[in-house]
T-cell receptor, first 108, second 113 residues
Framework: GQNIDQPTEMTATEGAIVQINCTYQ??????LFWYQQHAGEAPTFLSY????GLEEKGRFSSFLSRSKGYSYLLLKELQMKDSASYLC?????????FGTGTRLLVSP | NAGVMQNPRHLVRRRGQEARLRCSPM?????VYWYRQLPEEGLKFMVY????????ESGMPKERFSAEFPKEGPSILRIQQVVRGDSAAYFC???????????FGPGTRLTVT
């Protein structure tokens, strides 16, 4: 079976740092993705981790621990436009298995 | 380089009608994936296709749903005899061979009345 868990909703203040956690149990593993999705729009790629450790890309960083089945997405210097859903997805062979997404609300 | 194109963006069908959703992958991409997103739920994998081949259809409902990716033209997701529960956003993604990233199209929002 496939199981990916992430919090349903988080709130944070503009300029702050927020960490969105994701735990997974899947029948295979070929990498972990984070996507951002604004309401009514397509998911857009943020990051990809296949090896343990931290990947940094501007204001966004993503961490992976394969032994723990755990990842997090770190967003720094939050901006209002970061209000969106953040989707954790595990690549199993070729397909992506998604969590239900974390809705992040950034307030002034 | 244009992104993944999907049409129509919005589709309204009455119960029992057929729905045809089209996806044109990015130039140079030969792999196409279809995902469904029900209201307030995550994206669920439906099917993975390469040109003229269905590679993985483990997420497709057994009845009424079919997909194709012909040698020429877009990939088509076809839903026969639609029911209210088919109302959802259907996203297509594409990737080039030997690349991990899937690029998503804007989606088709299907409403069944």
């Amino acid at each position: 079976g496939q199981n990916i868990d992430q919090p349903t909703e988080m709130t944070a203040t503009e300029g702050a740092i927020v960490q969105i956690n994701c735990t997974y149990q899947t029948s295979g593993f070929n990498g972990l993705f984070w996507y951002q999705q604004h309401a009514g729009e397509a998911p857009t790629f943020l990051s990809y981790n296949v090896l343990d450790g931290l990947e940094e890309k501007g204001r966004f960083s993503s961490f992976l621990s394969r032994s723990k089945g755990y990842s997090y997405l770190l967003l720094k210097e939050l901006q209002m436009k970061d209000s969106a859903s953040y989707l954790c997805a595990v690549r199993v062979i070729e397909k992506l298995v998604f969590g239900t997404g974390t809705r992040l609300l950034v307030s002034p | 380089n244009a992104g993944v194109m999907q049409n129509p963006r919005h589709l309204v069908r009455r119960r029992g009608q057929e729905a045809r959703l089209r996806c044109s992958p990015m130039k140079g991409h030969s792999h196409v994936y279809w995902y469904r997103q029900l209201p307030e739920e995550g994206l669920k994998f439906m099917v993975y296709l390469q040109k003229e081949n269905i590679i993985d259809e483990s997420g497709m409902p057994k009845e009424r749903f079919s997909a194709e990716f012909p040698k020429e033209g877009p990939s088509i997701l076809r839903i026969q005899q639609v029911v209210r529960g088919d109302s959802a956003a259907y996203f297509c993604a594409s990737s080039p061979p030997s690349d991990y990233e899937q690029y998503f199209g804007p989606g088709t929002r299907l409403t069944v009345t």
